[in-house]
């Protein structure tokens, strides 16, 4: 009985000991024994607050810093065309119901008259900007001019003396080094006018991306991969390096859930500077063209490459036809970068310049050469366009053009925009209009004309090439 009062006596006292007093126990003859006192501790120097300011103010802290004022929200507004979800909704809504919808993005200011960069996707089909900036000013945005194939956009707000994004150099980006997201998520920014700021590293570069579902539009090429999180909101805010200079916009996000998931894509600033550039000066971007169609086969070789990439074809009178490049040949590298993808080689062509040389090394025969092709701009962007309704800008099938699309038909009419109105109904750029209604259509203005003849009466239903293959797409056109 006395053991056990002695042992709860203990852990009574050690448990108090671990408040902070002194542990005691009683030795023979009930003598107070102390343990594990702490010895004497000089009085510590005076923290001075400003040393522990500056340790909180890191390399990152003054990056975001140094760009937030100049990242802005880009809200807007547009018209989605009401699809009918039962037989009694069919009989009602008429043909042209649509309804109002709003989204919200991000952007940034590069330069100080008010030139805002963003993402084609988010002004898409847009009837109203809003352009918020950090300290809570709003404009209204007009579009410059967008870019569908890179997702780029460039817009203008009614403002001077704007903080800019510092611009950095996406080609030095080092694989693991710290970079910081900033933007809109999830539109917080219209309740709190600051961005949000996330940070992680550059998981990546050199990432080529196809898109999936319904949309399909384009590709993401020679892309930034980052785990810093990127969800929705973010996109077309800045990628920002340790030094406070943006090296990326914030496109994608690879996702199950719908947010982060530590796969994040930025589009190198490099490229968005010279698309911002001509759209500006042009309205349009200019796209390299030099009439290659290409295929990959298994190869079986001893290098332990397991495929290469050869030419299936070369368009007559083309600038590869001119440089001498032949079916059959394997493309090694483009302007020094390695080809392992058809990919490979679009993501080559998406930052050559047109007009100026670009070098290209293929195998034949078990030799390599090296060719100097000049790039000519893409025949479908030079040609002349044919408005038809308010929906459609068409071109008609050109030798040229089906090479450069890689289409089955030998004529037709091809889109080359729409409005998002057209989009809501099924149809996409690229599409190639063959037939429409009981009649073969041969050229843009025949597809215009019919287009125009059928307002007011009754269904239309257009024949399409799309990507290899044949189908219909039926809808009114209200007169």
Known sequence: MRTR????????????????????????????VE????????????????????????????????????????????????????LWESFFLPPDAAREVSGLG?????REDGLVLTNEHVVRGAEQVVVTLADGREYEGEVVGTDELSDLALLRVAARALPVAPIGDSDRL????????????????????????????????????IPAGEEER????????????INPGNSGGPLVNALGQVVGVNSSIFSHSGGSEGLGFAIPIKRARRIALELLEDGRVRRAWVGLELETSARG??????????????????????????????????????????????????????????????????RERTVRVVPMDLPSVTAERIRALADFELVTLTPPIRAERGLVSDQGALIVSLS????????????????????????????????????????????LERQGQYGSISFYITS
């Open 301 to 366: 070789g001893r290098d332990g490459r397991g495929r290469e990439v050869r030419v299936a074809h070369v368009a007559p009178g083309s600038p590869a036809a001119q440089a001498g490049l032949r079916p059959g040949a394997v493309l090694a590298r483009v302007g020094g970068q390695v080809v392992r993808a058809p990919l490979d080689w679009e993501a080559a062509l998406l930052d050559a310049p047109v007009g100026q040389p670009v070098e290209i090394t293929v195998v034949e025969q078990g």
């Open 106 to 110: 991000s952007g940034f200011i590069i």
């Open 174 to 209: 080092l694989i693991g080094e710290w970079v910081v997201a900033i933007g809109n998520p999830f539109g917080y920014l219209l309740a709190n006018t600051e961005p949000t700021v996330t940070a992680g590293v550059v998981s990546g570069v050199g990432r080529n991306i």
């Open 420 to 463: 998002e109105a057209a989009r809501q109904i099924g149809l996409r750029v690229g599409d190639l209009i063959v037939q429409i209604n009981r009649s073969p259509i041969r050229t843009a203005e025949e597809a215009a004309s019919a287009l125009r003849r059928l307002a007011g009466r009754g269904p239309v239903r257009l024949f």
């Open 35 to 86: 343990l594990l006192r702490p010895e004497p501790v000089a009085a510590a120097a005076p923290v001075v607050q400003q040393d522990v300011d500056e340790s909180r103010r890191t390399a990152l802290v003054r990056a975001a810093e140094r760009v937030a004022p100049a990242v802005v929200s880009v809200h807007v507004v547009r018209r989605e065309r009401v699809r009918a979800s039962g």
């Open 5 to 32: 009062r002695s042992l709860l006596v203990l852990l009574l006292l050690v448990a108090a000991g671990g408040l902070g007093s002194a542990v005691v126990l009683r030795g023979p003859g009930g003598k107070a």
């Open 218 to 229: 384009g590709y993401y090429l020679d892309m930034i991969q980052t785990d810093a999180s």
